[in-house]
Each structure stands twice: as structure tokens, then as C-alpha cells.
């Protein structure tokens, strides 16, 4: 007997994604993600960072749409993230009542245990394996478990450039459907809808942190920068991997 995550109820390959990506590409993210949890009651999955888009997402499945099957909440724990992002991701999962699944490098559970074994700021000498070891295999790893046909991303086109293009639906690597439901809004239109909604957010965004990732290679922005300048400054790097 098979199980609900391994059923899907369509198949992403055959999608139109053409004719999807018409019809929603400035829709409001609720009716993007209405499409999903009406086509998708299983197999789907949102991956989360705590960011503010992340959360207006959130709060939209879990406030808004309440489907019969909660999505689960994927989260990376790459064992670097600030205090203040695992706080609110313990006080997201208690507001929320969330279906919370952490995912982290299987064979350590510390930052000194992963420095004993990879060596200390691996992230200076080796970025790309140090974000393979704690975002992109746990991810795969994690999308694979939960039986994912489709995964929800918080990204936004104006986030930066390489995002500038960005489809509302789209096929990644693994033949999976990676939806973007805030890809046509703006980082005012979030915080609009946090501020609507009374949600909470990192406090760490009110202390310049614009985009909020791992504690060692993250900074506040000072005015008139790039959203994510504070993402592996001075590295020449936009992404982490996880969406290339």
C-alpha cells in the first residue's frame, strides 16, 4: 500500500507551465499558493530561512488557506544561524501550530563538532563545500523524505538580478515543480503584509540585517545597498547553491 507523500495527484513534467506562469505571474501570492494546495493536497512542501517572505508565506498557508494537510515547514539547520533566527523559528512553530521539519548535517550536532571535523571557518577556505554540507544535501535529502513533487521558495525577482527573470512555476534539476509565489512582489509589499497582519519577524531586520543567513556570513546593509549585499560580502557570490 502506497503511501499519500509517494501519490501524487499530478505529475510536475506535465504541467503547462507556460500557460501557469501566464495566468499567475502578477497574481497575488495567495492565489498562487491556493493553485498549489488545491492541484498538491500531497507532495508539497515550503523550505523556509525565517526570512520576512518566508513568513508571509507561512502565514498565508497556515492562517489563510489551513489546508486538510498542513504543508510542511522545511528548515535548514546549518548549525551557524543567529540566536534570534532560532528563537522566532520556535515561536513561528508554536503561533503556527507548524508541521516543522528540520533537516542539518547528519554526523554533527555542534558548531565545535563541525569544526573538529571540517576544519575551522570552513566557510572562508571552502564556501561551496561548507554550503553543500549544511544547505544542499540536507535540503535534497529532506525534499526526498517528505515526498516532495513541489517545493514553495520565498524569493522575489527584485531580491537581485539573478532572480530578475524568475517564473512563478518552474522544474528544477529533479524534475520537481518550484513554485515562487512572491516572485512579482516587492520587499515593501512584504513588509506591507507583515505589518497588516501584526506578524511576527526576525528582530534582526530592524538592526539593518536586510536578508538573514548564517551568523558568520551575514551583515546589516547600509542605505542604498543591494537587499542581499550582506550575504557573503566581499565573496563575489549571490547564492548559496540551493537555487542554481
Not at 123 to 135: I, S
Request: contains cysteine; hydrophobic residues 40%.
Amino acid at each position: 500500500m502506497t503511501t499519500p507523500a509517494t501519490t501524487p495527484v499530478i505529475e510536475p513534467q506535465t504541467l503547462d507551465l507556460e500557460a501557469l506562469n501566464k495566468q499567475y505571474d502578477t497574481a497575488h501570492p495567495s492565489e498562487v499558493l491556493a493553485w498549489c494546495v488545491a492541484n498538491l493536497p500531497t507532495g508539497l512542501v515550503q523550505t523556509s530561512a525565517f526570512n520576512v517572505d518566508d513568513l508571509v508565506i507561512t502565514d498565508i498557508l497556515y492562517r489563510q488557506l489551513k489546508p486538510a494537510n498542513p504543508v510542511p515547514v522545511m528548515f535548514l539547520d546549518t548549525l551557524y544561524h543567529f540566536p534570534q533566527t532560532l528563537e522566532l523559528v520556535a515561536k513561528a512553530k508554536d503561533l503556527y501550530n507548524l508541521n516543522l521539519q528540520t533537516y542539518k548535517i547528519p554526523d554533527v550536532d555542534s558548531r565545535e563538532a563541525f569544526q573538529a571535523k571540517y576544519g575551522d571557518a570552513l566557510w572562508e577556505t571552502d564556501v561551496a563545500q561548507f554550503h553543500h554540507l549544511t544547505k544542499i544535501e540536507p535540503l535534497q535529502r529532506g525534499l526526498q523524505e517528505l515526498g516532495a513533487i513541489a517545493w514553495i521558495t520565498g524569493r522575489r525577482r527584485d531580491q537581485a538580478v539573478t532572480r530578475a527573470d524568475m517564473p512563478v512555476f518552474e522544474l528544477d534539476g529533479n524534475q520537481r515543480l518550484k513554485v515562487n509565489p512572491l516572485a512579482a512582489w516587492t520587499r515593501k509589499q512584504s513588509w506591507a503584509y507583515v505589518a497588516e497582519h501584526n506578524m511576527i519577524y526576525n528582530p534582526l531586520h530592524d538592526q539593518g540585517y536586510a536578508s538573514i543567513g548564517d551568523e558568520p556570513l551575514t551583515t546589516p546593509i547600509a542605505e542604498g545597498e543591494d537587499e542581499r549585499a550582506g550575504r557573503w560580502r566581499g565573496m563575489g557570490k549571490t547564492e548559496c547553491g540551493i537555487h542554481i
